[in-house]
């Protein structure tokens, strides 16, 4: 796993602690001021050329679009860091990943049913 960067200061927002990291974002775990809530943010590895935020935008607004389904997770913001890398709020899912679920205690057969409907569910919405 690549090492973790420093979690960017995000005004009104407290950091926590880390969640993952990708190849292009990492992800962490902040606390909202106001509201009172845990939330996760996404944030770019790299400062956001024009190009790059243009995408950044339009991944946050598709996934706003989808964020009614109840398997997608809720956009709650988007912004710029003082240091030029874009976040997306996300609505924080204390449970953690499917995979981190899955190496602690396998899923019976109609647990992996459930799950794999849910999944289609959100998939076919996307």
């Given at each position: 796993?690549?090492?973790?960067?420093?979690?960017?200061?995000?005004?009104?927002?407290?950091?926590?602690?880390?969640?993952?990291?990708?190849?292009?974002?990492?992800?962490?775990?902040?606390?909202?001021?106001?509201?009172?809530?845990?939330?996760?943010?996404?944030?770019?590895?790299?400062?956001?050329?024009?190009r790059?935020?243009?995408?950044f935008?339009?991944?946050?607004?598709?996934?706003?679009?989808?964020s009614?389904?109840?398997?997608?997770?809720?956009?709650?913001?988007?912004?710029?860091?003082?240091?030029?890398?874009?976040?997306?709020?996300?609505?924080?899912a204390?449970?953690?990943?499917?995979?981190?679920?899955?190496?602690?205690?396998?899923?019976?057969?109609?647990?992996m049913?459930?799950?794999?409907?849910?999944?289609?569910?959100?998939?076919f919405t996307?």
């Amino acid at each position: 796993m690549p090492a973790q960067p420093t979690p960017p200061r995000i005004s009104g927002y407290d950091f926590i602690q880390p969640l993952g990291t990708g190849a292009t974002a990492s992800v962490y775990r902040y606390h909202q001021r106001v509201p009172s809530r845990d939330v996760a943010i996404k944030v770019s590895s790299a400062t956001l050329d024009p190009r790059a935020a243009a995408r950044f935008r339009n991944e946050a607004n598709y996934m706003a679009e989808l964020s009614a389904h109840p398997y997608i997770l809720s956009i709650h913001d988007t912004g710029v860091t003082s240091t030029g890398l874009g976040y997306i709020v996300l609505e924080y899912a204390p449970g953690g990943s499917y995979k981190e679920l899955i190496r602690k205690r396998p899923l019976t057969a109609d647990q992996m049913l459930d799950l794999g409907i849910k999944l289609c569910s959100a998939l076919f919405t996307a």
